[in-house]
């Protein structure tokens, strides 16, 4: 499908990240007003409180825009999502004569804070990047243990904590934890020194269900995506991993970038997984091209410096779908609810600057890497801005997430001061 031309000229533009086919889903606020639902189009949000008030939004459903989250719209399910996008289409089209209506609730998005855009009911981060895990366990276990022995059978996955979900341009502060001692030394309680990032995307749960669901299913269950970064704390993850997974080490904060994309945008970027070295169960068998290409970038910008990309990769390598992993998620009859946030894994590929963390980066601190500054890096240093950036490209359009930031702030002098 080529561009959707707009009236909004800014959203025309080949590497605008929000062309009338994006149409993605953020909370906002300007001033002092309080956050409401946008759409972004262009360099500008189409304000739906507004919209809604004018009239232009009603589907007979009741007010779906007086509350500062998208749970609402999600929790009315897959038609009238639909219709929510034709209508939205119809507003912002070129050819639908709806601009002297709707130019006068348009916001600057360069005005604008964005805020999370849902209500996290509750969050999983998975494991079902292939490189990932075979790099990771062959720093942890030897090459010959690199992949555990279910990995190929089921995305593997724990479960996270909603609370812990902020948006991004929230500053991350560097967790303090209890890390091994040296040898057969106690261990100690100290602030983490191996502070890393996770590229991963987020799929958003739009529908409850209660009882097992299909592949198919699944991917009809989700909302969107976003960009997602799994801030790890790797020196306490390694203390504390087995035998449940990791607990603290991810516990203190999880950066998703401010836009919903919805599947619908991203259905022309549909792919296959790739090939299955064992066959799935038949419950978790591919039913249709579930992943998405997607082109993914990861900066680093130290205080004051400029930035430097530590990867590139495609969210495309990636093992296990989200449906997949939704899917698995329900076989135990695990409730899952409006407003689940399933992280899909860490996005490395296979080659060495296509790695999604600094752990394999540096390849766990034994090759630390140069920035353009000439300074090198390990893990994060305080002070340093992590960023992570998405793209899929069309014909003649970009579809954008918006970036997924977060700043190291340093760890408390002392956690436990009162
Ligand atoms: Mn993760």
């Given at each position: 499908m080529p561009l959707m031309r707009?009236?909004?000229?800014?959203?025309?533009?080949?590497?605008?990240?929000?062309?009338?086919?994006n149409l993605p889903y953020g909370v906002f606020s300007t001033g002092d007003e309080d956050p409401r639902c946008g759409v972004a189009i262009g360099d500008r949000i189409l304000d739906c409180r507004a919209a809604e008030d004018l009239g232009l939004l009603d589907f007979g459903t009741g007010r779906l825009f007086d509350v500062p989250f998208w749970n609402e719209v999600m929790e009315e399910g897959p038609e009238l999502w639909e219709r929510l996008r034709n209508t939205l289409t119809g507003l912002l089209s070129e050819a639908g004569g709806a601009r002297a209506t709707v130019e006068p609730i348009l916001v600057a998005q360069a005005d604008a804070e964005m805020h999370l855009p849902f209500l996290v009911s509750e969050y999983t981060d998975f494991y079902a990047g292939r490189h990932h895990a075979t790099n990771v366990g062959t720093m942890f276990r030897g090459a010959e243990n690199a992949l555990p022995p279910n990995w190929l059978h089921i995305p593997i996955g724990y479960n996270g904590r909603a609370s812990s979900i902020v948006v991004s341009g929230t500053d991350v502060r560097r967790p303090w934890g209890q890390l091994k001692g040296p040898d057969d030394a106690a261990p100690r309680f100290a602030p983490c020194a191996r502070f890393d990032l996770e590229l991963e995307m987020g799929a958003i749960v739009g529908q409850s269900s209660d009882g097992p669901v299909t592949v198919k299913e699944a991917d009809a269950m989700i909302f969107g995506y976003v960009l997602l970064n799994d801030w790890s704390a790797r020196d306490i993850q390694a203390w504390e991993y087995?035998?449940?997974?990791?607990f603290q080490a991810k516990a203190t904060a999880t950066t998703i970038s401010p836009w919903i994309v919805t599947r619908e945008a991203l259905d022309p970027f549909r792919t296959n997984t790739p090939a299955r070295e064992k066959e799935l169960l038949p419950h978790l068998r591919d039913a249709g091209p579930m992943l998405y290409d997607i082109d993914l970038e990861v900066t680093l910008a130290p205080e004051g410096r400029p930035a430097t990309t530590l990867a590139r990769t495609n969210y495309s390598v990636m093992y296990y779908s989200s449906a997949q992993q939704l899917a698995h998620h329900t076989t135990s009859g695990c409730p899952m609810t409006c407003g689940d946030l399933l992280g899909s894994g860490t996005i490395s590929g296979p080659e060495k600057h296509q790695r999604g963390s600094l752990l394999e980066l540096s390849w766990g601190g034994k090759e630390p890497i140069t920035l353009d500054s000439g300074e090198t890096r390990s893990f994060l240093e305080d002070g340093d801005t992590l960023t992570l950036k998405a793209s899929a490209r069309g014909d003649g359009y970009t579809i954008g997430f918006g970036d997924c930031t977060g700043k190291i702030l340093p760890a408390l002098t002392d956690p436990f001061a009162r």
């Amino acid at each position: 499908m080529p561009l959707m031309r707009s009236w909004v000229e800014s959203a025309n533009a080949p590497d605008s990240p929000f062309p009338l086919n994006n149409l993605p889903y953020g909370v906002f606020s300007t001033g002092d007003e309080d956050p409401r639902c946008g759409v972004a189009i262009g360099d500008r949000i189409l304000d739906c409180r507004a919209a809604e008030d004018l009239g232009l939004l009603d589907f007979g459903t009741g007010r779906l825009f007086d509350v500062p989250f998208w749970n609402e719209v999600m929790e009315e399910g897959p038609e009238l999502w639909e219709r929510l996008r034709n209508t939205l289409t119809g507003l912002l089209s070129e050819a639908g004569g709806a601009r002297a209506t709707v130019e006068p609730i348009l916001v600057a998005q360069a005005d604008a804070e964005m805020h999370l855009p849902f209500l996290v009911s509750e969050y999983t981060d998975f494991y079902a990047g292939r490189h990932h895990a075979t790099n990771v366990g062959t720093m942890f276990r030897g090459a010959e243990n690199a992949l555990p022995p279910n990995w190929l059978h089921i995305p593997i996955g724990y479960n996270g904590r909603a609370s812990s979900i902020v948006v991004s341009g929230t500053d991350v502060r560097r967790p303090w934890g209890q890390l091994k001692g040296p040898d057969d030394a106690a261990p100690r309680f100290a602030p983490c020194a191996r502070f890393d990032l996770e590229l991963e995307m987020g799929a958003i749960v739009g529908q409850s269900s209660d009882g097992p669901v299909t592949v198919k299913e699944a991917d009809a269950m989700i909302f969107g995506y976003v960009l997602l970064n799994d801030w790890s704390a790797r020196d306490i993850q390694a203390w504390e991993y087995q035998p449940l997974g990791p607990f603290q080490a991810k516990a203190t904060a999880t950066t998703i970038s401010p836009w919903i994309v919805t599947r619908e945008a991203l259905d022309p970027f549909r792919t296959n997984t790739p090939a299955r070295e064992k066959e799935l169960l038949p419950h978790l068998r591919d039913a249709g091209p579930m992943l998405y290409d997607i082109d993914l970038e990861v900066t680093l910008a130290p205080e004051g410096r400029p930035a430097t990309t530590l990867a590139r990769t495609n969210y495309s390598v990636m093992y296990y779908s989200s449906a997949q992993q939704l899917a698995h998620h329900t076989t135990s009859g695990c409730p899952m609810t409006c407003g689940d946030l399933l992280g899909s894994g860490t996005i490395s590929g296979p080659e060495k600057h296509q790695r999604g963390s600094l752990l394999e980066l540096s390849w766990g601190g034994k090759e630390p890497i140069t920035l353009d500054s000439g300074e090198t890096r390990s893990f994060l240093e305080d002070g340093d801005t992590l960023t992570l950036k998405a793209s899929a490209r069309g014909d003649g359009y970009t579809i954008g997430f918006g970036d997924c930031t977060g700043k190291i702030l340093p760890a408390l002098t002392d956690p436990f001061a009162r």
